[in-house]
């Protein structure tokens, strides 16, 4: 076990902090304050090459994986986490079709991912199953050599911005989870419409949408995997992210930390800086351990998925990480905007945005009661022993 960064991983987060502070960090307010996807945050990421950190070589990317992928939305996070999520939208969405397409979709979206050209949307939530997702009620109904898909996809990120959506849809109801099927559509498909932008507390830098089809036709080679296999395309994709979101949290989590270390170093209570109060010192020191613990299980979640570790088995592991590093997000936004006072609670500081934005990341992408069921079950079946 080793704990160091290859020189090639450190370049990537000397270039990611770089980008993260003189471009994201001044845009960060406006961003939020706007509530419009950022193009020119886009671009920069593009012209870094940080769009492609996590596709393949093979595909056009730098095949830095998971983790290298995790360590650039760690940095970018640490100022705006609506920023980070336009960065992990390079794996959510593309994901179904690393994991099912055919060797030339995934040149295609890959390579259009690495280079900017192509952006996406990862369809599974639904107005009645999100946690529950073999729950889904899209349908999609083979009728020659197409399939027909109908239904309503809610709370969609990214997809005022995407190119092509991968969507889970059932293909035979009665099957539960082993009837679930998964397709890639392409933007402007007839029947696919993107619906109004969504108000939402945070993260607001990357809208969210619903997204409705309405008996759109697909080629059977839009199928992602096996006809009724998609379960394990959609458990593969949530399974391989989930140290990305982890990734969120972290750098939120160092992003508030860092600012109320700051603030509390120059401002002064009872004669001295607050920082020297025993009572913050403590609350300070309290995050800090639980940031390296999360950081640990983040980084070790990212290589599991590197070496293709994300089955049933490893799933724990992976949601660990998830769990901790996001409901570590929210403590550490909640005792930072505490430590600032009356300051924190403005809008003339990140603190309050970091607290709103903080709550998406125990919500999105399996909340963090579905990471314990996860890990409760591989209690429950021996996977997590010592
Ligand atoms: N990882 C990989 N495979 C898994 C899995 C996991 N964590 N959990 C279950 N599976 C597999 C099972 O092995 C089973 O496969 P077989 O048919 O080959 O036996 C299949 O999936 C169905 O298993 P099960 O019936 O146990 O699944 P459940 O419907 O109970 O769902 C959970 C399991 C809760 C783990 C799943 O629904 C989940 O992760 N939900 C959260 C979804 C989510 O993140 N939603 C947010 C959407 S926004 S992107």
Same mark, same amino acid.
């Given at each position: 076990?080793?704990?160091?960064?290859?020189?090639?991983?450190?370049?990537?987060?000397?270039?990611?902090?770089?980008?993260?502070?003189?471009?994201?960090?001044?845009?960060?307010?406006?961003?939020?304050?706007?509530?419009?996807?950022?193009?020119?945050?886009?671009?920069?990421?593009?012209?870094?090459?940080?769009?492609?950190?996590?596709?393949?070589?093979?595909?056009?990317?730098?095949?830095?994986?998971?983790?290298?992928?995790?360590?650039?939305?760690?940095?970018?996070?640490?100022?705006?986490?609506?920023?980070?999520?336009?960065?992990?939208?390079?794996?959510?969405?593309?994901?179904?079709?690393?994991?099912?397409?055919?060797?030339?979709?995934?040149?295609?979206?890959?390579?259009?991912?690495?280079?900017?050209?192509?952006?996406?949307?990862?369809?599974?939530?639904?107005?009645?199953?999100?946690?529950?997702?073999?729950?889904?009620?899209?349908?999609?109904?083979?009728?020659?050599?197409?399939?027909?898909?109908?239904?309503?996809?809610?709370?969609?990120?990214?997809?005022?911005?995407?190119?092509?959506?991968?969507?889970?849809?059932?293909?035979?109801?009665?099957?539960?989870?082993?009837?679930?099927?998964?397709?890639?559509?392409?933007?402007?498909?007839?029947?696919?419409?993107?619906?109004?932008?969504?108000?939402?507390?945070?993260?607001?830098?990357?809208?969210?949408?619903?997204?409705?089809?309405?008996?759109?036709?697909?080629?059977?080679?839009?199928?992602?995997?096996?006809?009724?296999?998609?379960?394990?395309?959609?458990?593969?994709?949530?399974?391989?992210?989930?140290?990305?979101?982890?990734?969120?949290?972290?750098?939120?989590?160092?992003? +508030?930390?860092?600012? #109320?270390? @700051?603030? &509390?170093? /120059?401002?002064? *209570?009872?004669?001295?800086? !607050?920082?020297?109060?025993? $009572?913050?010192?403590?609350?300070?020191?309290?995050?800090?351990?639980?940031?390296?613990?999360?950081?640990?299980?983040?980084?070790?979640?990212?290589?599991?998925?590197?070496?293709?570790?994300?089955?049933?088995?490893?799933?724990?592991?992976?949601?660990? +990480?998830?769990?901790? #590093?996001? @409901?570590? &997000?929210? /403590?550490?936004? *909640?005792?930072?905007?505490? !430590?600032?006072?009356?300051? $924190?609670?403005?809008?003339?500081?990140?603190?309050?945005?970091?607290?709103?934005?903080?709550?998406?990341?125990?919500?999105?992408?399996?909340?963090?009661?579905?990471?314990?069921?996860?890990?409760?079950?591989?209690?429950?079946?021996?996977?997590?022993?010592?």
């Amino acid at each position: 076990m080793q704990f160091e960064f290859t020189p090639e991983q450190q370049e990537l987060v000397a270039l990611a902090r770089r980008i993260a502070r003189e471009q994201v960090a001044p845009r960060a307010a406006a961003i939020d304050e706007v509530g419009e996807y950022p193009e020119e945050i886009f671009r920069a990421f593009r012209d870094a090459g940080l769009l492609g950190v996590g596709v393949p070589e093979a595909y056009g990317g730098a095949g830095m994986g998971t983790l290298g992928l995790g360590l650039a939305v760690e940095q970018v996070a640490q100022y705006c986490c609506a920023s980070g999520l336009m960065l992990l939208l390079t794996k959510l969405p593309l994901m179904p079709i690393m994991l099912g397409g055919t060797e030339e979709q995934k040149r295609h979206y890959a390579g259009g991912t690495a280079d900017g050209s192509l952006r996406g949307a990862f369809c599974l939530s639904e107005p009645d199953a999100g946690s529950d997702a073999a729950n889904i009620q899209t349908r999609a109904v083979r009728k020659g050599d197409q399939y027909i898909i109908s239904g309503t996809k809610n709370w969609i990120s990214g997809a005022g911005q995407a190119d092509f959506f991968t969507v889970a849809t059932k293909t035979d109801p009665a099957a539960g989870a082993r009837g679930m099927s998964v397709f890639v559509v392409e933007r402007g498909t007839p029947g696919l419409t993107v619906g109004k932008k969504e108000r939402k507390m945070g993260v607001k830098g990357v809208p969210i949408h619903q997204v409705v089809f309405d008996e759109v036709a697909v080629p059977a080679s839009a199928m992602l995997g096996q006809e009724h296999q998609g379960f394990k395309v959609i458990m593969g994709t949530l399974n391989s992210v989930r140290p990305v979101v982890a990734a969120r949290g972290l750098g939120l989590a160092e992003g +508030a930390m860092m600012y #109320a270390l @700051d603030y &509390a170093r /120059q401002r002064k *209570t009872f004669g001295k800086p !607050i920082i020297e109060h025993q $009572g913050l010192q403590w609350m300070l020191a309290d995050l800090a351990v639980r940031l390296e613990g999360a950081r640990l299980l983040t980084y070790r979640a990212a290589i599991e998925v590197d070496q293709g570790h994300t089955g049933k088995a490893d799933a724990w592991k992976l949601s660990a +990480a998830k769990l901790s #590093a996001t @409901d570590l &997000a929210v /403590q550490a936004a *909640t005792d930072c905007l505490q !430590i600032m006072g009356a300051a $924190g609670y403005m809008q003339d500081y990140p603190m309050e945005r970091h607290y709103r934005d903080a709550k998406q990341l125990q919500i999105v992408e399996g909340t963090s009661q579905i990471q314990k069921n996860v890990i409760g079950r591989a209690l429950l079946e021996g996977d997590l022993h010592w």
